[in-house]
């Protein structure tokens, strides 16, 4: 068995949480020879009920779950951490896009990123989840001048989890046949998901689906999912939220399938002609606990404007919140 590893969860008595924390005990993001130290984060009223999620994790029992600290203080959450889950933070609700959370939620983001620049473990992987994901990661970066920015990223694997499925459900074939698919930008209605370099059990996707279905089906479905979720279900997705952060992590950490592309939201290093230092989503594999772009995907007109679009959102963004921008 390895030494334990620290894991920090923020929001940790919130709704992904609940599925997210039980999923990383049990090994299914690091690996079932990984035991682990959960740290996790709340705010003070909801400490309370963090207690009773921390009993409910003591009653499983994990072989793997090598020990648990609950606090309402980022300095202890964040104090030695060698993967942090930035989760906690307000999600939307209907009607409302993901940036009208900047406002009650950016903050929550500058501190989080100085404590993790104080405290961190210096090889500490950062995933950020909670919306608008992109520009919170920017803001958690930014105040953490210490730290590689390349170890700040932002959850896109939802995005591209629910390509690969609506892919795959459209050409009758299974997750498993579908490869090299991305999804570029920023995780919100301008995030662009791209099939033009994607193969389904090794033929072009292109040529199995048509431009009128990929255009006006294929692309807002996916843009629009997790509005569609709030819709359906009165909450933000959550389960498939959790399920996206531990895919995330674990290629992150131990390498993703070879062959494939995943989708994560990156510091910039100007790849792709996309602005040095924006997070945003580029295909990437991971080997050896880093990650890479992949470089010279070839990228239409077509793509090209949905890429210029997306990035001059994360743009917008970046301005609305540059009195966090040290
Ligand atoms: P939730 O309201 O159920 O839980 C959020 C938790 O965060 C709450 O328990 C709250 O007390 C806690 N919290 C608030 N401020 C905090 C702080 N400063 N420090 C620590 N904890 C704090 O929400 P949820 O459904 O778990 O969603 C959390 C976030 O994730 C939302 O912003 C949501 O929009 C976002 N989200 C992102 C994706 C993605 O793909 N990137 C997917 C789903 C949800
Ligand atoms: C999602 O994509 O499901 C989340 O970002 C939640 C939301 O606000 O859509």
């Not at 921390?54 to 309402?72: N, W």
């Not at 390509?163 to 050409?171: H, P, R, S, V, Y």
């Not at 006006?216 to 359906?232: L, S």
Request: with cysteine; proline share 5%; net charge negative.
């Amino acid at each position: 068995m390895k030494a334990p590893v620290r894991v920090t969860v923020t929001g940790a008595a919130g709704q992904i949480s609940y599925s997210l924390l039980f999923r990383i005990a049990s090994g299914a993001m690091l690996g079932e020879d990984q035991p682990v130290i959960l740290q996790l984060l709340e705010i003070t009223p909801a400490l309370e009920a963090l207690k009773g999620v921390a009993m409910e994790l003591d009653d499983c029992a994990f072989p793997l779950l090598a020990g648990m600290v609950c606090t309402d203080d980022p300095n202890v959450a964040f104090k030695d951490t060698d993967y942090a889950l930035l989760v906690g933070a307000r999600p939307r609700g209907p009607g409302m896009e993901r940036k009208d959370l900047l406002s009650a939620n950016a903050e929550i983001f500058s501190v989080q990123g100085k404590a993790i620049n104080d405290h961190a473990s210096r090889d500490v992987k950062v995933l950020v989840v909670g919306n608008p994901a992109n520009t919170n990661a920017l803001i958690a970066q930014r105040n953490a001048p210490d730290i590689n920015p390349r170890q700040f990223t932002a959850m896109m694997r939802l995005d591209h989890n629910r390509a690969l499925t609506q892919l795959a459900q459209k050409t009758g074939k299974t997750i498993a046949d579908v490869k090299n698919l991305v999804v570029w930008g920023n995780h919100s209605a301008t995030q662009y998901p791209d099939v033009h370099n994607a193969t389904v059990d090794g033929a072009a996707a292109m040529s199995l689906i048509d431009q009128p279905w990929y255009e006006n089906d294929f692309i807002p479905t996916v843009q629009q999912r997790g509005a569609a979720i709030i819709k359906a279900r009165g909450a933000s997705s959550a389960a498939s939220a959790a399920n996206a952060a531990i895919d995330h992590m674990r290629d992150w950490a131990l390498g993703s399938a070879e062959g494939d592309w995943v989708s994560m939201g990156i510091y910039s290093d100007g790849s792709y002609g996309i602005e040095e230092g924006l997070i945003y989503s580029f295909p990437c594999v991971c080997k050896n606990g880093d990650w890479e772009i992949v470089q010279g995907v070839e990228t239409n007109d077509f793509s090209k404007a949905r890429m210029k679009a997306t990035e001059q959102e994360l743009k917008e963004e970046r301005d609305a919140v540059a009195h966090l921008l040290p």
